[in-house]
Each structure stands twice: as C-alpha cells, then as structure tokens.
C-alpha cells in the first residue's frame, strides 16, 4: 500500500526504530458514562452547539445535577434522569435554550395579538396563523351550520352562506 485507503494521501515508511504513537484516549462518551449516576436519562435539550453544551454543564455540574451529552448530527444531545428533569430544564430556560413554558391561564396570541412564539413577528388579534412563519396559533375556526373551515376576516361562510358571528 502506497496511499490511505480513506483519504487518498500518501504514505510514509515507517522509520526503524521509531516508536508508534501512544493509542488515542477512550472516546469522551464511554468515559462519561462510567462518571455518571445510574438511572434512567431522558433528552432535555437536542439540536445544542458545543460552545453552549460546555456553559450548561458546567452549571448542571455546579448545581449537582448529572447530565448525559450524547453526540446528534452536528450538534449535542443533552439528557438528565427524571429525578433532576425539572431543575435541569429550569436551567435550560434560564439560559434560554429552552422556551419558558407559557402561562397556561394567558390569553392566546392568536386570540389577543401580540408577538408570534416562534419569530417574534407582530399578530394581530384573531390570527390563527402566523403570517411570516406559518406557525399555527390556534384550531382553525368552523362554521356553525356547515363546520366548513373559516378565515377570521369572514363575516359569512364561504360554503354556505350563514352568518359568522
């Protein structure tokens, strides 16, 4: 063999006497997996870069809480066991890499306006879909008479007819 098989690049004699380079270290995950609690860990974040992954488990770490970091693609998985799951996803919002969870008693944005959750793009009242997103605000609206899907700017059903109130 003249050339790596994988990259194509040419290869080297070995010289006599030269020593072989030490075996890499074990990958990062298997020596993890060893340090980590047992118990069942469930995916908290996905989709998160190193640089932030870094930054989050060193608070996770800092407030005793055992975290899994799994590669995903190109980016990093992230899972606690249940019994932390609240207190790591409470860091998770806190650094925003989770969403806080709305307010189950606020009005919807798409009932009362405001901000899209996904792209911030301003919602008027009664929107069920956001314009610049596409994101669904809420059920589609019915007619009463027929249960033909409505737009909010109809006065009457486009099927049928009937008044929209």
């Given at each position: 063999m003249t050339e790596c098989l994988d990259c194509g690049t040419a290869l080297q004699d070995k010289v006599?006497?030269?020593?072989?380079?030490?075996?890499?270290?074990?990958?990062?995950d298997s020596m993890q997996e060893s340090s980590l609690p047992p118990g069942d860990y469930h995916v908290i974040a996905t989709g998160v870069?190193?640089?932030v992954a870094e930054s989050l488990v060193q608070r996770f770490v800092s407030a005793g809480i055992p975290v899994r970091?799994?590669?995903?693609?190109?980016?990093?998985?992230l899972s606690a066991r249940d019994e932390e799951r609240a207190a790591a996803v409470a860091i998770l919002e806190s650094e925003g890499v989770l969403a806080a969870a709305p307010d189950p008693g606020a009005p919807a944005v798409g009932a009362e306006g405001g901000p899209c959750?996904?792209?911030?793009?301003?919602i008027p009242p009664g929107?069920?879909?956001?314009?610049?997103?596409?994101?669904?605000?809420?059920?589609?609206?019915?007619?009463?008479?027929?249960?033909?899907e409505v737009s909010p700017?109809?006065?009457t059903c486009p099927a049928c007819g009937s008044p929209l109130a």
């Open positions: 006599a006497g030269a020593s072989m380079p030490e075996a890499p270290p074990p990958p990062a870069s190193a640089q970091v799994d590669p995903a693609g190109y980016h990093l998985r959750p996904a792209c911030g793009h301003p929107t069920r879909e956001c314009g610049e997103c596409g994101l669904q605000l809420g059920d589609a609206a019915a007619c009463p008479s027929c249960d033909v700017d109809d006065t």
